[in-house]
């Protein structure tokens, strides 16, 4: 390998904006500061909305005029 060309590697803090959750990693940056962690991402906790989504699907088939039976088939 080359000298001189490869970024620091540093151990780091990532904080969590949502939640303030900390955890350590390794990065090339200094501080990283994230919007969701896993600790508060809807997914990863089983709090998803999936209603919302129904509805989205619902608001599709009426705008386009495709009811249940044709959706079946």
């Keep these: 390998m080359r000298e001189k060309i490869h970024p620091k590697y540093?151990?780091?803090?990532?904080?969590?904006?949502?939640?303030?959750?900390?955890f350590e990693t390794?990065?090339?940056q200094k501080d990283?500061?994230?919007?969701?962690?896993?600790?508060?991402?809807?997914?990863?906790?089983?709090?998803?909305?999936?209603?919302?989504?129904a509805g989205r699907i619902d608001k599709f088939n009426k705008k386009y005029g495709?009811?249940?039976?044709q959706e079946n088939e």
């Design 66 to 69: 495709i009811s249940e039976e």
């Design 26 to 28: 390794g990065s090339t």
């Design 10 to 22: 540093h151990n780091i803090t990532v904080t969590c904006s949502t939640c303030g959750n900390t």
């Design 32 to 53: 990283i500061h994230v919007d969701t962690c896993s600790n508060c991402h809807p997914f990863y906790t089983g709090k998803q909305k999936f209603n919302v989504i």
